[in-house]
Structure formats: C-alpha cells, structure tokens
C-alpha cells in the first residue's frame, strides 16, 4: 500500500514537474510583452516565486524595476498591493490601524481595524529605501512570520505572500540604508543593470507606439501553491547541502574553515538563513529546469544574489576597492575546488 501511494506521489510530482517548466516559459513570455531584456532578473524573480521568498530589486532609476514587477504581477491571479515608500510614510499605512466608528442606529462607539496594503498576496514595495528604518522595520514581521500585529490583534496573512522591493542605490541622495535584519529576510538581490544597444532600442520602439500590450494571468494561488510544495520536495543530495553550507559558513570571517580572502576583507558574513536559500534556490532552479535533482551549479548560479546582500566588507575592503559582490564571486570560484 505504502509502495503504491509513494508511486502514485512521484507520478503526480512528475506531472507537476513538466507543468511547471510550462508555467516558467508561459510568465517568461506575458513578462517579455512589456519588458524588453532583464532575463536573469526575471529568472530570479521566478527562483524566489517558487521558493516561497522575498526579492530585492536594485538599480538606478529608469531600468523598469516597478514596471518589471507589476507585469510579473499581472501575470498571477494573485491580489496586488503597491506601496511607495516615503519619507513621510509610517508604519500604519503598511499595516493597518484603528479607528473609531458610530453606529448610527444605535449610537454605540466601537474600534475596527482597517487593513493595510501588506495584506496582499504579492507587495510591491517601491523605492522602500526612501524611507526610514523605523518604517522599514513594519515588513519585518509580515516578511518572516507572515503575520501583522494592528492595535495588539496579530492577524495572519493569506499564502503566498511575496514581498518584492525595489531599491535605489545607496549613494543617491535621500535614501537610508536598509538595516542588516530587514536585508537578511530577502532570499535574494537582484541587480539591475542598463539594457544593451539592441534591447535599448527595442524599448524605446515598443514604449513610443499606440499599442499597449495586454498581460494574461497565467498562474492562480492555489496552483502556485502547489508548485511552491513541489520545489519543497525536490531531493536535495546530502553533498549539496553540505556544500551549500560550507559556501555560506566561508563568508564569516570567525569560522575556522573561511577562507584568507573573508579574514581579510569581510566584517561578518551570511547567517544560516543563507544556507536555506541557496539549496531552496538550486531547488527552484533545477525545477523550472524540468529537473529533479539539483545541482552543484544550481547552488553557484544562485548564490551571488542569496549571499551579496548578506556580506559586510571591512575599511580594508572598501581601501583595496573590493565590494561585497566582488568578494562573493571570489568565494565562488574557490569553492569549485570543494566539488
């Protein structure tokens, strides 16, 4: 009986798996009809889509951050929520708050609590580095515990839940460094950098025309879900996982085993949730793949971005001109020696 369910279990996860490479080439295409280029930006907004993450979208103004995650969202049959951060902005209007009602028949004074923005499926938390931390910090427990706390009510919130953030850089005026707790409840960053000639004038061809193209949901909740349980179940080889962990372990400066390259240059590194994401991620990967089983590339493909955020270079960093993704990538290459 046991034998049976179990193949019957691996029958319908192999279905699963070829409607999931389907539904990745499906959004790839309704995202390609307004977002010209950007595809390891759409890939990894993909990878933490299914591995129930949160994303981080950083770049200058102008290279289609917002456009890229309301067409992804338009793509879902999921309720949506933008929330432009401010600096005027608090904390009641990302969460919600408490307010005084008359009935009017009788009389009779009551609270209610009204629902914020954060209670959506897929948030949109555009530019959230323009306000400051004490307003950032209303996301944390929606981020990590997928619930929000109004007037001492904690109230869950309907999965899945995505919080998918952009970001200005740092060095721009009138932004405020996302505090090391916020940074860490993000499974990956993505970078976003300038189009290329070709897909420059591919934009500015397909955005100066009277034609607005029409995005079709191609995914609800209760399919993503089961996509999300999937990844969830892709076998994750006991090397690979010890692999994973190693990478992560080698960007903290007080282990034992880091390398020269983190003792001289990093001031602390990624802390165990890094460890998650990089199998989650190689996961997700392997599985949008048509695979299932991933692999010691899956785990190096994903962990510029699961790790870069995560990295704190040290004054002796910053004095050689080394970055935190400078950093990573070394770490990388050394650890194709470990395999």
């Known amino acids: 009986m046991e034998a049976t369910v179990a193949r019957q279990t691996q029958e319908l996860d192999l279905e699963l798996l070829e409607r999931l490479t389907a539904v990745r080439s499906a959004l790839e295409a309704e995202i390609g009809k307004r977002v010209i280029g950007q595809r390891p930006i759409v890939e990894g907004l993909l990878t ?90 209303a996301l944390l427990q929606a981020m990590q515990e997928r619930e929000v706390t109004v007037a001492g009510v904690t109230m869950p919130l309907d999965a899945p839940f995505f919080v998918l953030a952009t970001q200005n850089p740092i060095e721009q005026e009138g932004t405020y460094p996302l505090p090391e707790a916020q940074l860490d409840r993000f499974m990956l960053e993505l970078r976003i950098g300038y189009p290329t000639r070709e897909e420059e004038e591919r934009v500015a061809m397909q955005t100066t025309g009277a034609e607005v193209a029409q995005v079709e949901p191609v995914l609800d909740a209760a399919e993503l879900l089961s996509l999300q349980g999937l990844v969830r179940r892709v076998p994750a080889p006991p090397s690979l996982v010890a692999y994973a962990v190693r990478l992560a372990r080698a960007t903290r400066p007080e282990d034992e085993e880091a390398p020269s390259l983190t003792k001289r240059y990093v001031s602390w590194g990624a802390g165990p949730r890094a460890s998650q994401y990089l199998v989650l991620g190689a996961k997700a990967r392997a599985a949008m793949s048509g695979r299932g089983v991933p692999t010691y590339d899956d785990v190096r493909a994903v962990a510029p971005a699961v790790l870069r955020h995560r990295v704190m270079p040290n004054f002796q960093a910053e004095a050689d001109g080394r970055g935190a993704g400078d950093i990573v990538e070394e770490l990388i290459e050394l650890s194709r020696a470990w395999t």
């Open 48 to 137: 933490a889509l299914l591995a129930d993450g949160h994303a981080l979208l950083v770049g200058v103004p102008g290279l289609a951050k917002t456009l890229l995650i309301s067409t992804l969202s338009e793509a879902l049959d999921l309720r949506f929520s933008r929330i432009q951060f401010t600096p005027d902005l608090m904390p009641s209007d990302i969460t919600g708050t408490e307010v005084l009602e008359e009935d009017r028949t009788t009389g009779k004074r009551s609270f209610r609590i009204v629902r914020g923005p954060i209670f959506a499926n897929v948030v949109l938390a555009d530019e959230i580095n323009r306000t400051p931390p004490k307003t950032q910090a």
